[in-house]
């Protein structure tokens, strides 16, 4: 059964740096992509950053220019490194893939998310 595994994330201040990490684990065919949702109190979960399998990138509005993802396809880990945080970067932070399991069966995994909490 695979599983994602997070590692990352804390409290820090304003300006400051954080890197969350995610690897699955468990038995799996392949990996579509790998990303990064967050979700504030009272807010919706969005998209912070995503990466596809041929290193294609896409980033949420808020983030562009400051977060940067990126992936090791050889040890299956996604990394996402944040800069200048904001205290509007406050979120619980959920690494999301879709793998494939199986020849024809691909499926959708969610960590079990991470604080990141910026002070100002």
């Known amino acids: 059964q695979v599983q994602l595994v997070e590692s990352g994330g804390g409290l820090v201040q304003a300006g400051g740096s954080l890197r969350l990490s995610c690897a699955p684990s468990?038995?799996?065919?392949?990996?579509?992509?790998m990303g990064w949702y967050r979700q504030a109190p009272g807010k919706q979960r969005e998209l912070v950053a995503r990466i596809t399998s041929d290193g294609t990138t896409n980033y949420g509005h808020s983030v562009k220019d400051r977060f940067t993802i990126s992936r090791d396809t050889a040890k299956n880990t996604v990394n996402l490194q944040m800069n200048s945080l904001k205290p509007e970067d406050t979120a619980v932070y959920y690494c999301?893939?879709?793998?494939?399991?199986?020849?024809?069966?691909?499926?959708?995994?969610w960590g079990q998310g991470t604080q990141v909490t910026v002070s100002s």
């Open positions: 468990g038995t799996f065919y392949s990996i579509n992509y």
């Open positions: 999301n893939a879709w793998i494939r399991v199986a020849p024809l069966r691909t499926n959708d995994y």
